[in-house]
Nanobody, 128 residues
């Protein structure tokens, strides 16, 4: 069992930055691939970023590539999402999710229904 708690959301002006954190419970965090998803009002949940256990394996949605960075600190059981050059369309509730880092993860990292554990979400609002 893994419990995830997000933090770091808030209100920021367009062009600004925020860093989201997702703290995980349990001693097996280092075996989990981690993903960030978001859901805006009236829209479906969408993939944002993900990374495998190995720091070199990261994935991004086209809409955030070059602006967002996902990274993890296994010693702190935490995954982060650094969000730069924020736009009003980035406004959403952001969720982190965990999934065992299986060999086939690179084929489904963007599918939310493949993740076993989810946090409660943190609101990000970008004003224009």
């Amino acid at each position: 069992q893994v419990q995830l708690v997000e933090s770091g959301g808030g209100v920021v002006q367009a062009g600004g930055s925020l860093r989201l954190s997702c703290a995980a419970s349990g001693r097996t965090f280092s075996t989990y691939a981690m993903g960030w998803f978001r859901q805006a009002p009236g829209k479906e949940r969408e993939f944002v970023a993900a990374m495998r256990v190995s720091a070199g394996n990261t994935y991004y949605a086209d809409s955030v590539k070059g602006r967002f960075i996902i990274y993890r600190d296994n010693a702190k059981n935490t995954v982060y999402l650094q969000m730069n050059s924020l736009k009003p369309e980035d406004t959403a509730v952001y969720y982190c999710a965990a999934e065992q880092d299986r060999a086939s993860y690179s084929t489904y990292y963007y599918l939310g229904n493949r993740y076993d554990y989810w946090g409660q979400g943190t609101q990000v609002t970008v004003s224009s």
